[in-house]
């Protein structure tokens, strides 16, 4: 599981950041890539990686401000025109009104796609578990910005515990069916009479990973809610320390903030974006710096980097 950033400026694209884009990157999964909000130009940066637009199967969108959905018409666009390819239907969540935003501009410019797009759209009564399937759950909760926007925690349902396979055959089990019975948990008895307990030959299943996401927002107990032990917290970070509360008159938060968030949700790794392109290199290290004083474990990131969950 990794996290590519696709665009991590805040507001518009400057030379070095595009505006806001990531991918949570399930290959090994589930075979396919979630993106999380969709800002102009995201297809370019696509492009720019070794991520399949075909494989992109789910977008979320935390809110409909410009720069995180104007990037949806090109991007679903060009994904239909991967002609060789299977057409494969992609899921769209996001507050009410990003269907009509996105078919409105389909139709004015003539856009037909060849698969279809399924639209789950919520508002502040209809947000908690937005999605489950046999490995992930998704929930939203709103945030503080200033318009509607949510935060997203995925979580992954805990991974079953590996067959010792090795220690089964030094017990004198032979490969074949006995091998599926154990690891399913049944204990059985060999020829010989030994009592082979499964429990001893299987791993303790593995807690599955929690990765939360975040949209513009000012600080809020739902961002605490939303990040607790999370594995990895994404966190905008539109203003340094010190402007809190010009920070708070437009909605958004700075990295103090950000870093006082992942510090009380007790999250193992926070990760700035939505930069504002008044910060110069000297000025990230900063940002990072002064954050580390509240959360050490903190990482402004860049354009296309990725990121191991
Ligand atoms: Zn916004």
């Not at 949700?265 to 290290?285: E, T």
Request: net charge negative; aromatic share 8%.
């Amino acid at each position: 599981m990794d996290i590519q950033f696709l665009g991590t400026g805040a507001g518009q694209p400057s030379k070095a950041r595009n505006v806001s884009s990531l991918a949570l990157k399930l290959l090994d999964e589930i075979n396919a890539v979630w993106l999380f909000d969709c800002g102009e130009g995201t297809q370019n940066r696509i492009l720019e990686t070794t991520i399949r637009p075909r494989k992109v199967s789910k977008i979320f969108i935390t809110h409909l401000h410009g720069d995180h959905i104007f990037g949806l018409p090109g991007f679903l666009s060009s994904r239909a025109f991967q002609a060789n390819e299977e057409q494969t239907d992609l899921d769209i969540y996001g507050p009410q009104g990003i269907k009509s935003f996105v078919l409105t501009s389909l139709r004015v410019s003539g856009s037909r796609l060849p698969y279809k797009i399924h639209f789950h759209e919520f508002d502040q009564d209809s947000l908690g578990k937005i999605l489950e399937t046999d490995k992930f759950t998704v929930y939203a909760e709103e945030l503080d910005h200033t318009i509607f926007c949510v935060g997203y925690r995925v979580m992954q349902k805990d991974l079953e515990g590996t067959l010792d396979a090795e220690k089964l055959k030094a017990a004198g089990v032979p490969f074949g069916p006995l091998f599926g019975k154990i690891k399913n948990g049944q204990d059985v008895v060999l020829e010989d009479g030994t009592e082979i307990k499964a429990t001893d030959y299987i791993s303790a299943p593995r807690p599955g990973k929690v990765v939360t996401i975040l949209g513009d927002t000012r600080k809020t107990n739902a961002s605490v809610r939303l990040a607790v032990n999370a594995d990895v917290l994404v966190h905008e970070s539109t203003y340094g320390k010190g402007d809190e509360k010009i920070a708070r008159n437009h909605g958004h938060s700075t990295n103090m903030q950000a870093a006082q968030v992942a510090a009380e949700a007790g999250a193992k790794r926070l990760l700035l974006n939505h930069i504002s392109a008044r910060f110069l290199s000297k000025d990230i290290s900063q940002l990072k710096k002064d954050a580390a004083t509240v959360f050490e474990n903190v990482h402004v990131v860049k354009d296309l980097e990725e990121v191991e969950i």
